[in-house]
């Protein structure tokens, strides 16, 4: 397992913007890389982003598709989410998570997963609440 530690959550109105960030322990770029968030009264995270850090195809929710990006441009920087246009509906907790895989099983997946049970490396979360 890695370390990962969230930060830049807050409280904002609709229509503003917020970058969480994800300082990470990865020795390198073989791993999915994935920010999900744990919507209130629900029991599972859903994913928001996600990506590898070798590169290729980035997925992301339908419900943030156009307003939020992932970006990550070395295993020694963190994993940045920039969050725009924010809606009330956003208003979650937010979790970094990683999972090792190499470039062969991603080649053969063709994108990482989507699940939170891939997972086996997760931070502490941190709190995004947008008022209407």
């Known amino acids: 397992q890695v370390q990962l530690v969230e930060s830049g959550g807050g409280s904002v109105q609709a229509g503003a913007s917020l970058t969480l960030a994800c300082a990470t322990s990865?020795?390198?770029?073989?791993?999915?890389l994935a920010w999900f968030r744990q919507l209130p009264g629900m029991e599972r995270r859903e994913a928001v982003a996600?990506?590898?850090?070798?590169?290729?195809?980035?997925t992301y929710a339908d419900s943030v598709k156009g307003r939020f990006t992932i970006s990550h441009e070395s295993a020694k920087s963190p994993v940045l989410l920039q969050m725009n246009s924010l809606k009330s509906e956003d208003t979650a907790m937010y979790y970094c998570?990683?999972?090792?895989?190499?470039?062969?099983?991603?080649?053969?997946?063709?994108?990482?997963?989507?699940?939170?049970?891939?997972?086996?490396?997760w931070g502490q979360g941190t709190q995004v609440t947008v008022s209407s």
């Open positions: 998570a990683a999972e090792r895989r190499t470039v062969a099983t991603f080649l053969r997946q063709g994108s990482c997963a989507t699940e939170d049970y891939e997972y086996n490396s």
């Open positions: 990865i020795p390198d770029s073989m791993y999915c």
């Open positions: 996600v990506m590898y850090g070798g590169g290729g195809k980035i």
